[in-house]
Antibody, heavy 124, light 110 residues
Framework: EVHLVESGGGLVQPGRSLRLSCTAS????????ISWVRQPPGKGLECVGF??????????AYAASVNARFTISRDDSKTIAYLQLNNLKPEDTAVYYC???????????????WGQGTLVTVSS | QSALTQPASVSGSPGQSITISCTGT?????????VSWYQQPPGKAPKLILY???KRPSGASNRFSGSKSVNTASLTISGLQADDEADYYC??????????FGGGTRLTVL
């Protein structure tokens, strides 16, 4: 069974940094891109970015709203993906989910596995 | 890019069918057959119910069906049940790096 578990959320002041982790199990982590999707309290979903599998280059891509502030990386030996959040703003307050797509290569078809999410609150 | 447009709420009685629309543009829904739908019960993570416009993942109910016409995608839920009550989100590929989501539709089962 596919299992994704996020960790690392919490309360952080504006301008500070935080690193989220996504620990995966139950599938061949090396083969899949991992995406991060966030959901502000009471609001809708936003995909903030993804990282390709090493088979397809291991590169990352980001939504314009977070580009240059967020960085996604992965450690295939540990089956963990990371989301580094820098220069955080109050509008970054959200539950952050890591997800896996139904297909290989780019995650564009549909996210068939989700973690339980980790809450990031940005406030002074 | 703007989010896809969904109605804020829909409702139906048990046993009925309802349809939720999701409107985009030729740069997203109209340009690709990569539309997906998610069900999110209160306080839980979203769950994939359709992908590639009309394909059901393993375990998804066959009461969920999807379609697309030009720039609008639709989710139909037939034989409405009480536990269908949830928020529903559409999503579409819109060119790397973007996967767009709709604003969400709250389904109430009367």
């Amino acid at each position: 069974e596919v299992h994704l578990v996020e960790s690392g959320g919490g309360l952080v002041q504006p301008g500070r940094s935080l690193r989220l982790s996504c620990t995966a199990s139950g599938f061949n982590f090396n083969d899949y891109a991992i995406s991060w999707v966030r959901q502000p309290p009471g609001k809708g979903l936003e995909c903030v970015g993804f990282i390709r599998s090493r088979t397809y280059g291991g590169t990352a891509a980001y939504a314009a709203s977070v580009n240059a502030r967020f960085t996604i990386s992965r450690d295939d030996s540990k089956t963990i993906a990371y989301l580094q959040l820098n220069n955080l703003k109050p509008e970054d307050t959200a539950v952050y989910y890591c997800t896996r797509d139904v297909g290989l290569y780019d995650p564009i078809r549909g996210f068939d596995s989700w973690g339980q999410g980790t809450l990031v609150t940005v406030s002074s | 890019q703007s989010a896809l447009t969904q109605p804020a709420s829909v409702s139906g009685s048990p046993g009925q069918s309802i349809t939720i629309s999701c409107t985009g543009t030729s740069s997203d829904i109209g340009g690709f057959n990569f539309v997906s739908w998610y069900q999110q019960p209160p306080g839980k993570a979203p769950k994939l119910i359709l992908y590639d416009v009309n394909k059901r993942p393993s375990g998804a109910s066959n009461r969920f069906s999807g379609s697309k016409s030009v720039n609008t995608a639709s989710l139909t839920i037939s034989g409405l049940q009480a536990d269908d009550e949830a928020d529903y989100y559409c999503s579409s590929y819109a060119g790397i790096p973007t996967v767009l989501f709709g604003g969400g539709t709250r389904l109430t089962v009367l």
